[in-house]
């Protein structure tokens, strides 16, 4: 098959590529631009065709996920994949002598470049070596997932990890073929990893206070005049002189801001923090190695909500002309999968505290539970976005016996054939409604951004566009929660109003299998 003369298994009950996935390879292979967006709806076969490209596009590839649980996923998939996480998900050997207590790798001594003899790292002295000799060569968790990761042709790594360690991943030449999954999140993600985290204290215990200001341009100024006082020792490693080894590299991090007017500063008692506003900033940078000359030849980006193909490259910061677009079928038939439109009134953060409002949307979502429950469909998913709403829901609804918040107590009552509705503040994505778990989906409420958080206020003033495109992304995601494979069957209600102008603004960014389900302005069944 395509894979095993590749040298790579596939999971039970996979088998060759079908013939849309054959027909996506080939239009990757003809493709000579470096970046390739591919719109690939539930059930496409995503995970099967980055992999399949990933062996077509290059001799090496990286598997990115947004989070460990889709990276299970992958390896469901390529069973075998090496998998390369963070050190707080392994245990430290060491840790229970230095810390009295068990502690993962993010605390070990390794993390301030401190000698360890389960670290893998060359032992040069007497006493290192009778150490490793006690050891019997046992290999610290942590590194030893990492290398064998990274001495092969391919891996699976979430983009936090990703991103922490970019320049053993995309600026190592380790990399050919970046194969990003759930693209639409590369944005948050890349921004969360751009952050600068400053400890006032430790910057005042070094000599170097920070200025008392929240402006980013004063703070890149300072920077670039205390750079040259900052001179760590490479002879002896200390505590003290670590505080030296990471004020240097942040201070080189500020000085490196070149739009100022895209980061935001926050400030507590003891931090300030510099966040950016826009991940398109840095991810040509820190995601496809741009300014290495070991970089990814070709980078894959792919989701079931890459939509607004122009748009979305934007907001990647990939240059014009540089990629080419696809957009696959859904392997379910529409009618299998309804979207439903019902409009019953305009839900926001007054509504959903008035519990008049709230009542009367409460009275439309269990007037659809009885329905389904009276047609034999004993489970169903509740979207309801906030934690105080999910919680106002458990109580108030006149089915709350059978509501759960728990995905685990969901799937076992659905085993035992119990009704269950699964009420979840933050499964818009993530979770498989695979079968009997989920045969309908409720979206009380668009998935509108928080406001009240400053970069998402600042996103939506610079550029209101990008306000509509997460809360677009949100409804197509939470759509999809219900239909995982070609013969699953889920309807999805949609009972905000607000989703009318939302739909009629962004229309073209719709992908064609959406619109193929799409039904506007419905009625509640009787």
């Given at each position: ?26 239009w ?17 076969g ?40 963070g ?65 092969s ?14 320049h ?8 050919e ?25 430790m ?18 100024a ?36 070149v ?29 496809l ?29 990939l ?34 505290e ?34 105080r ?18 995905p ?22 993530g ?10 989906t ?36 939470g ?48």
């Amino acid at each position: 098959s395509f894979f095993a003369t590749r040298g790579l298994s596939l999971g039970k009950g996979l088998g060759e590529l079908r013939d849309t996935q054959l027909a996506a390879l080939e239009w990757g292979r003809r493709s000579t631009k470096p970046y390739l967006l591919i719109n690939a709806p539930t059930g496409s076969g995503k995970t099967l065709l980055l992999g399949a490209l990933g062996c077509t596009l290059g001799q090496s590839w990286t598997y990115a996920t947004n989070t460990i649980r889709l990276q299970e996923q992958v390896t469901d998939t390529f069973p075998g994949l090496p998998v390369a996480t963070g050190r707080a998900n392994h245990p430290c050997l060491i840790g229970a002598e230095t810390h009295k207590r068990d502690v993962t790798a993010a605390e070990g001594i390794c993390t301030a470049l401190e000698w360890c003899e389960y670290s893998g790292w060359p032992a040069t002295k007497d006493w290192q070596l009778d150490k490793l000799a006690a050891t019997g060569g046992r290999l610290c968790d942590y590194y030893e997932t990492r290398n064998r990761a990274l001495a092969s042709h391919w891996r699976t790594a979430n983009y936090a990890y990703v991103l922490a360690d970019y320049h053993t991943f995309i600026e190592s030449g380790k990399t050919e073929v970046m194969l990003c999954d759930e693209a639409h999140s590369i944005d948050d993600a890349v921004a969360r990893a751009g952050e600068l985290v400053l400890s006032l204290p430790m910057y005042r215990r070094c000599g170097l206070p920070i200025p008392n200001t929240t402006n980013v341009a004063r703070l890149v100024a300072w920077a670039k005049s205390r750079l040259w006082s900052v001179q760590p020792s490479v002879a002896r490693r200390t505590a003290p002189d670590m505080a030296q080894v990471t004020i240097r590299q942040q201070l080189e991090s500020v000085r490196a801001i070149v739009r100022p007017d895209d980061w935001i500063v926050e400030k507590d008692k003891y931090t300030i923090t510099l966040r950016p506003i826009w991940g398109r900033s840095l991810t040509p940078r820190i995601l496809l190695g741009a300014e290495s000359i070991n970089a990814p030849r070709r980078g894959v980006f792919a989701s079931a909500t890459l939509v607004g193909a122009e748009y979305y490259a934007h907001r990647l910061g990939l240059p014009e002309g540089s990629w080419d677009y696809l957009e696959l079928s859904h392997t379910c038939a529409p009618e299998k999968r309804p979207i439903n439109f019902a409009p019953v009134m305009a839900m926001n953060a007054a509504t959903t505290e008035d519990p008049v409002a709230r009542a009367r949307m409460q009275t439309a979502i269990d007037q659809l539970i009885e329905w389904y429950m009276m047609r034999g469909s004993r489970a169903g998913l509740v979207h309801a976005v906030s934690n105080r709403y999910r919680d106002y829901m458990l109580t108030e609804s006149r089915y709350r016996g059978m509501m759960v918040s728990d995905p685990d107590e969901h799937a076992l009552r659905v085993r035992n054939k119990e009704a269950s509705v699964l009420v979840a503040a933050n499964l818009l994505e993530g979770w498989d409604g695979v079968g009997d778990l989920c045969r309908f989906t409720i979206l009380p409420k668009v998935p509108f951004g928080y406001l009240g958080d400053r970069r998402t206020a600042l996103q939506k003033e610079a550029d209101p566009q990008s306000y509509d495109y997460q809360a677009l992304i949100a409804v197509i995601q939470g759509a999809g929660r219900g239909v995982r494979t070609e013969e699953d069957y889920c309807d999805t209600w949609i009972l905000d109003t607000n989703w009318e102008s939302l739909q009629r603004r962004r229309k073209s960014w719709l992908p064609q299998w959406f619109m193929d389900a799409y039904k506007h302005r419905v009625k509640l069944p009787d």
